[in-house]
Each structure stands twice: as C-alpha cells, then as structure tokens.
C-alpha cells in the first residue's frame, strides 16, 4: 500500500504526530559484508537465497524529519529504523545491480550507533514505490522551504502606506456636467416639381347638368 502526497501541504513542526505515507507487508533483510570499493554496494554478493530476517517496512513523516522503521509483521514490535535526512544520501543507497535491494543505515535510538544493512523486495513494483515516496517528500519539503524563504523576503520589503494623514482631504469629480441635447432635425422641404398648378380663378368648372324632360318639350313644340 502506497500513500502518495503531491499537493502543497502545510509546513509541519517537529511536534506534529506521525504520519505514515508507504506501508510495504513484507520486506526482506540480509547482513552483509563492508563495502570493499567506491563502485558500491552488489546484492550478488549477499546471501539472497536465505534472508536474516522477514517482516513489514513503513515509512514514517514526523515534522520535517523522515525514516523508515522494519517491524514485526504481527506484533508491530521494532526492528530496526532508519532515519532519512537526504535522498540520495548515505541513509539509503541502491545497490548497482539490482532496482530490488537497498543498503539502508539504521540507528540505535538509545546509544545512536549506526550500521548498514542490505533490504530487499519480492516484486520490482515494491522498490518503485519506495523510490517514488522518497522524492515526493523530499520534494514537498524543498518547495515548502523555499515558500517559507519567500514569505520571509516580502515581509522585508517596506509595506504601501494607504492610509490618510491628518488634515488630509481627496477630491472626487464626479462628472456632473449635463449632457448636451441634441438638435431639432429640420423639416424636409418638398419640391413641387410634376405638381400640376391649380385652374385660372381657383375654381374648378362643374359640367352643365342634362334638361328637364319639360324643358325638351318645349324645345321641340317651337
């Protein structure tokens, strides 16, 4: 099981509780011998067929400090534990011939004594997840620090002063001059061109109406 944080998260103190980010159930732990050469550590050379010791790795984040802790897969009874101050560091070390196995260097809470020994994985996607919760949280603490740096610098910086002196007034132009109205559209003049004029005298001539019928029979009687 695998807890993976990649989101900013808040800057802890030393006295924040623990918090567990990779649970692997089995994990494998070897002796082995003093590292002969600066070539590094070889898992060819340790006993792989036969393991010193089986039982569960966490991964545990207090504050800013990390470490990995070997328990017993039952009763949770420690091991061993490993305190991580880099990566990579000298507290965990890939082995050049192997992605599987690690040389881990863990500590003696009481007497602070320290030795090396070589840790191991069944499956290759249990070492990727190892490797990949090492960078996260060193990665997280790198940009947490450097935010921290940042928020020291702006509070060096002189802050704006917005505020009124005594006796200080503003003006405010508000824009109350009255919009201009607009002009009166003028009337359209028609031209009287193709008007007909009206007839001489301003009267028109009615048609003279048909004669009575007696006025016909006195026509023809003379």
């Given at each position: 099981?695998?807890?993976n944080?990649r989101?900013?998260?808040?800057?802890a103190?030393?006295?924040?509780?623990?918090?567990v980010?990779?649970?692997?159930?089995?994990?494998?732990v070897?002796?082995?011998?003093?590292?002969?050469?600066?070539?590094?550590?070889?898992?060819?050379?340790?006993?792989?067929?036969q393991?010193?010791?089986?039982?569960r790795l966490?991964?545990?984040t207090k504050?800013?400090?990390?470490s990995?802790?070997?328990e017993d897969k039952?009763?949770g009874?420690?091991?061993?534990?490993c305190p991580i101050?880099?990566?990579?560091g000298p507290?965990v070390?890939?082995?050049?011939d192997s992605?599987?196995?690690?040389?881990i260097r863990?500590?003696?809470?009481?007497?602070?004594k320290?030795?090396?020994i070589g840790?191991?994985?069944?499956d290759?996607s249990?070492?990727?997840d190892?490797n990949?919760?090492?960078?996260?949280?060193?990665?997280?603490?790198?940009q947490?620090?450097?935010f921290?740096?940042q928020?020291?610098e702006?509070?060096k910086?002189?802050?704006?002063?917005?505020?009124?002196?005594?006796?200080?007034t503003i003006?405010?132009?508000?824009?109350?001059?009255?919009?201009?109205?607009p002009k009166p559209?003028?009337?359209?003049?028609?031209?009287?061109?193709?008007?007909?004029p009206?007839?001489?005298g301003g009267?028109i001539p009615?048609?003279?109406?048909p004669p009575?019928?007696?006025q016909?029979?006195?026509t023809?009687v003379g």
């Amino acid at each position: 099981e695998t807890v993976n944080y990649r989101f900013p998260r808040k800057m802890a103190t030393d006295s924040d509780y623990e918090s567990v980010i990779l649970v692997k159930p089995e994990v494998f732990v070897y002796r082995i011998p003093p590292r002969q050469t600066n070539r590094g550590f070889r898992a060819a050379d340790w006993n792989l067929e036969q393991a010193d010791w089986t039982g569960r790795l966490r991964m545990i984040t207090k504050g800013k400090k990390l470490s990995i802790r070997l328990e017993d897969k039952n009763s949770g009874e420690l091991f061993a534990s490993c305190p991580i101050e880099s990566y990579p560091g000298p507290s965990v070390e890939s082995v050049s011939d192997s992605s599987r196995y690690f040389v881990i260097r863990i500590q003696d809470e009481t007497t602070g004594k320290t030795a090396f020994i070589g840790v191991g994985f069944a499956d290759r996607s249990d070492s990727f997840d190892l490797n990949v919760a090492l960078q996260d949280h060193f990665k997280w603490l790198k940009q947490s620090e450097d935010f921290a740096k940042q928020d020291k610098e702006l509070d060096k910086q002189p802050k704006l002063d917005l505020s009124f002196k005594e006796g200080q007034t503003i003006t405010i132009n508000l824009g109350n001059k009255l919009p201009k109205s607009p002009k009166p559209r003028q009337p359209m003049v028609h031209s009287n061109i193709g008007v007909l004029p009206p007839p001489p005298g301003g009267k028109i001539p009615l048609f003279t109406p048909p004669p009575s019928p007696s006025q016909q029979q006195h026509t023809s009687v003379g």
